[in-house]
């Protein structure tokens, strides 16, 4: 009889178990209040080692970074922004080519604003009062992010003749609006790899220029009186090679992704798998959002110091 009434006991101290751990993971507090994720479009991970970015290596050494971070197929550009910023691959959120603005799938779900959930969705339904922004060279980059969910979004006329004006807003909308969550993703290095070729002294040239970038907008968050309070990623869609990418080589399947501020713990490299759908997870877990069940990326919780409690 005792035997029988063990199971019986031991369902119960499961659910209640269960619903504990729910309960605490619905409650997560934030590591940081900010989040300032700087993007480069087709930035190669093969590029790092020998680039001038004295910026960037400095977050490095701070934090943690992997220069093994995958692409999805194909690895182009809408594909994998979208996948950045979904947590998901193109066979769930169905961005498939490289300039696709809409699903080229249907999404598997979506969201109150009819799109595949992103990151910045998950953030405005926890925080309806929360300033997130996105500010891009790239305008496809607005198909991908769901500006309904966003305060402002804005994109960079003429960059190409224009090329400080990202960074400019950028830091003005730093320092003004103090950003719970902020892309702002640069079409450089892809157009210098698309006419001067990757892996060449005009891309390692223009790396050397978005690297004083990086350093403005960092420079922006210490302005603000955040930096002390904020993750800064560094990270990107694809590489390539040649004058091209969206193949299956490793110089355009690898990217960077370096990541430091409060809570990150200075680790350097990391030797775990990370996938492109992993950044949404990545942030989505610093703000102690819980993810859809839809999406598949998981959060590289090993990259910090102290976990949400």
Not at 57 to 80: D, F
Not at 159 to 188: G, H, M, Q, W
Not at 258 to 270: C, D, L, N, S, T
Request: glycine share 10%; with cysteine; proline share 6%.
């Amino acid at each position: 009889m005792r035997t029988k009434l063990i199971y019986p006991a031991i369902a119960v101290l499961l659910a209640f178990a269960v619903a504990g751990c729910q309960k605490r993971e619905a409650s997560r507090k934030p590591i940081a209040g900010h989040v300032i994720l700087v993007g480069f479009d087709g930035w190669g991970a093969y590029s790092v080692p020998g680039a001038d970015m004295p910026n960037l290596k400095k977050l490095m050494q701070e934090g943690s970074y992997t220069l093994s971070k995958r692409s999805v197929l194909p690895s182009s550009s809408a594909v994998n922004w979208a996948s950045m910023f979904m947590g998901a691959g193109p066979e769930l959120h169905g961005y498939t080519e490289w300039d696709s603005s809409t699903p080229d799938l249907p999404s598997r779900v979506v969201s109150e604003s009819g799109t595949f959930p992103t990151v910045f969705r998950l953030l405005r339904d926890a925080e309806p009062d929360a300033e997130i922004g996105c500010f891009y060279e790239w305008d496809g980059i607005k198909y991908l992010v769901d500006t309904l969910a966003l305060s402002e979004y804005w994109h960079a006329p003429d960059y190409i003749n224009n090329p400080d004006t990202l960074c400019s807003e950028a830091c003005r909308y730093i320092k003004e609006k103090k950003p719970r969550l902020f892309a702002v993703c640069f079409d450089n290095p892809d157009h210098v790899g698309h006419t001067a070729g990757h892996d060449t002294p005009e891309y390692y040239a223009e790396l050397s220029r978005l690297d004083s970038i990086l350093g403005k907008i960092t420079g922006a968050a210490v302005d603000a009186d955040i930096y002390d309070d904020c993750i800064v990623i560094v990270t990107s869609d694809h590489g390539g090679i040649g004058t091209g990418h969206g193949g299956k080589t490793m110089a355009e399947m690898e990217t960077p992704f370096v990541i430091a501020g409060k809570g990150v713990r200075q680790g350097g490299e990391f030797g775990e798998s990370m996938m492109q759908y992993d950044c949404a997870s990545t942030i989505a877990w610093i703000f102690g959002l819980e993810q859809p069940q839809v999406w598949v990326g998981r959060p590289m919780k090993q990259l910090f110091s102290c976990q949400p409690q």
